[in-house]
């Protein structure tokens, strides 16, 4: 299905996954996730520890995506997964549950230009040829 539509960043976005780890704060009953995100099989961006399911985490990772010029303009009222597959883009995701302390709690999140430098690097290319 992939046919590798350009977006404001003019780089084809063939991928993205949203590697998630979740907690679970028995006592009080609640769950918090934090996450990784992934675009063409590069780390892009980590998401710190909040509340909620993944699909809070999923309204997050879109707000990032938007912010850095991925996907078009705010749309609150479709699914990120639906939004990636309009573009022609497959959307994968995983949960795995660890312990808080194995949570990402802080990370580097590219913005808009280095995320373009990072997915047309000439290494880059030269792998995925």
């Keep these: 299905m992939n ?3 350009t977006n404001a960043l003019g780089i084809p976005i063939r991928s993205v996954f ?5 907690w679970r ?6 769950t918090y996730t934090s996450a990784r995100l992934w675009i063409n099989a590069r780390a892009i961006a980590y998401l710190p520890l909040q509340y909620g399911p993944l699909s809070n985490m999923e ?10 010029g991925v996907l078009p303009g705010p749309d609150q009222y479709r699914h990120l997964a639906r939004r990636l597959r309009e573009m022609g883009t497959d959307y994968y995701t995983a949960i795995a549950w660890h312990n808080r302390r194995e949570c990402w709690r802080d990370g580097e999140s590219l913005t808009a230009e280095e995320l373009r430098e990072e997915l047309t690097a000439t290494a880059y290319r030269a792998v995925a040829l």
């Design 59 to 68: 309204d997050t990772a879109a707000l990032y995506l938007e912010r850095v």
């Design 18 to 22: 949203l590697e998630c780890r979740q």
């Design 3 to 5: 046919t590798e539509t």
């Design 25 to 30: 704060d028995l006592p009080a009953g609640e």
